[in-house]
């Protein structure tokens, strides 16, 4: 019995031995931990730009959605009215500004017109003035030359030397280009009074002119109304188009936080959606058990929810921080007195096979170290 005692113990000693071996083995060749988790880079949390109530919101956890597909609806009603009105103050305005425009043309036509004949009529004047003037002076030549005649004749009368008749001939013809001096005198006069309106006309015609520029100003404001109603019209076009919720991916409604007819403000998540085809395994491994590890090795998990089946898997990157580097509440080390932690470090892990996994799901992993 004490041989047998004997034997069963070093049998016990001997499997238990083999057994810590190859347990220190497999620690030594792979590098364990069990903070693994099954994670996915798809999930999008999905929200209205806007707010408002919701019209509908047909999709429950679990149904599938492809890409593009309509989700949900806000009401866009008052969205609706408000671009109403937005269109019908750019069409008011635009009328207001070709009306201006026409009211521009015209004006401006005239004032033109009205330049130019004054223009015309001042040149025109002035060679009728001149023309005054020089026979103005023409005719008092002859004036003075008659009135010399007229005092001879009168005198030659007196000594009747001439004849009455002669001597009233030459009076006539004095009388008469003394009548025609004072006619044309009148009409210089008058022409100088003419000129003098056609000249405030045409600088009244420039005053004018100004009044263009007031109306281009009124024009050009209108325009830049225009633009600010266009820019404020696509924005109640972008709204409205916000009232409508569209999945950004082919996969599956992992959360949903609200329900139809719900009022909801901008940014209120609405839906949680989940490419289950897109998966990954993240383990935060400890910086002792680095030491080896590298992209590219071999990954053997074992997912606590599926205990019968092995995957397996590479390490796709090795984060440069330690998790606790973007920490809220960063450790004080300024004094020199803190106590060592180890520190762990992110670990993406690509899977060759998805199949049954879900995102959440915890994990064992052990990453081969390649020699």
Do not use: W
Not at 142 to 156: A, E, G, P, S, V
Not at 160 to 170: A, T, V
Not at 219 to 241: P, T, V
């Amino acid at each position: 019995m004490k041989k047998i005692g004997t034997i069963i113990i070093v049998l016990l000693i001997l499997f238990f031995g083999y057994e810590a071996f190859k347990y220190l083995s497999y620690r030594s060749i792979n590098a364990v931990s069990d903070a693994a988790f099954i994670k996915s880079d798809s999930i999008s949390f999905l929200s209205f730009k806007v707010g408002g109530k919701i019209i509908e919101m047909d999709k429950n956890e679990g149904e599938s959605v492809k890409k593009g597909e309509v989700i949900a609806r806000l009401s866009d009603k008052d969205f609706q009215n408000a671009k109403k009105q937005i269109i019908n103050a750019i069409k008011a305005t635009v009328k207001d500004k070709e009306a201006l425009k026409e009211k521009l043309k015209r004006v401006g036509s005239e004032l033109n017109l009205n330049e130019k004949i004054a223009q015309n009529n001042i040149a025109s004047y002035k060679q009728k003035i001149k023309a005054l003037e020089l026979s103005i002076k023409a005719n008092k030549t002859k004036l003075k030359k008659l009135n010399l005649d007229t005092k001879r004749y009168k005198r030659m009368l007196k000594q009747k030397l001439i004849s009455k008749n002669i001597y009233e001939k030459i009076s006539t013809a004095r009388n008469s280009l003394s009548d025609m001096i004072l006619s044309a005198k009148s009409q210089l006069k008058a022409t100088k009074l003419n000129l003098n309106n056609v000249k405030n006309a045409l600088t009244l015609s420039k005053i004018k002119k100004t009044q263009t520029k007031e109306i281009q100003k009124s024009i050009e404001s209108l325009g830049l109304k225009i633009k600010s109603m266009q820019n404020k019209l696509q924005e109640a076009n972008n709204k409205i188009g916000y009232c409508t919720l569209y999945s950004p991916i082919n996969g599956r409604i992992a959360k949903k936080f609200t329900n139809n007819s719900s009022v909801v403000r901008a940014g209120y998540p609405i839906y949680s959606v989940v490419d289950p085809k897109n998966l990954h395994v993240e383990v935060l491994l400890s910086e002792k058990k680095l030491k080896g590890v590298k992209v590219g090795d071999s990954v053997n998990i074992k997912v606590d929810a599926l205990p019968n089946r092995d995957f397996k898997g590479k390490v796709q990157s090795i984060l440069p921080t330690s998790a606790s580097t973007f920490s809220l509440i960063p450790r004080d080390i300024a004094s020199g007195e803190f106590t060592k932690l180890d520190q762990r470090f992110t670990i993406r892990i690509n899977l060759e096979s998805k199949k049954g996994l879900l995102i959440g799901m915890s994990a064992n992993i052990a990453i081969k170290r390649e020699k």
